[in-house]
């Protein structure tokens, strides 16, 4: 099985920066894609950022200019660099991951448990 643990959530003024990270760890081969997102209260959870293991990036448009995803593939983390946070920002912030496992199955549908980000006027 792979796991996800995110960590770095915290409260934070508007206007100021956070990062997030992610670890994937148990019985992985390859890992493709990663990504970043979120879900605030009473809404449906969202794509904020994405990144393939050759480094191509997607964002929302809500967060570009604004944050930024790496992943280092040698200790299969990416994080999530998160600056000028707005109040609309709040939310529990979920990584996820899609690959192959040494079993040679794929996966897709990994999430970690969430860290929640506060952003306070």
């Known amino acids: 099985q792979v796991q996800l643990v995110e960590s770095g959530g915290d409260r934070v003024q508007a206007g100021g920066s956070l990062r997030l990270s992610c670890s994937a760890s148990?019985?992985?081969?390859?890992?493709?894609?990663m990504g970043w997102y979120r879900q605030a209260p009473g809404k449906q959870r969202e794509l904020v950022a994405s990144?393939?293991?050759?480094?191509?990036?997607n964002y929302a448009d809500s967060v570009k200019g604004r944050f930024s995803i790496s992943r280092d593939n040698a200790k299969n983390t990416v994080y999530l660099q998160m600056n000028s946070l707005k109040l609309e920002d709040t939310a529990v912030y979920y990584c996820?991951?899609?690959?192959?496992?040494?079993?040679?199955?794929?996966?897709?549908?990994?999430w970690g448990q969430g860290t929640q980000v506060t952003v306070s006027s």
């Open positions: 996820n991951a899609e690959g192959r496992d040494s079993y040679g199955f794929d996966f897709a549908d990994v």
């Open positions: 148990g019985r992985i081969f390859s890992i493709n894609a």
């Open positions: 990144i393939t293991s050759v480094g191509s990036t």
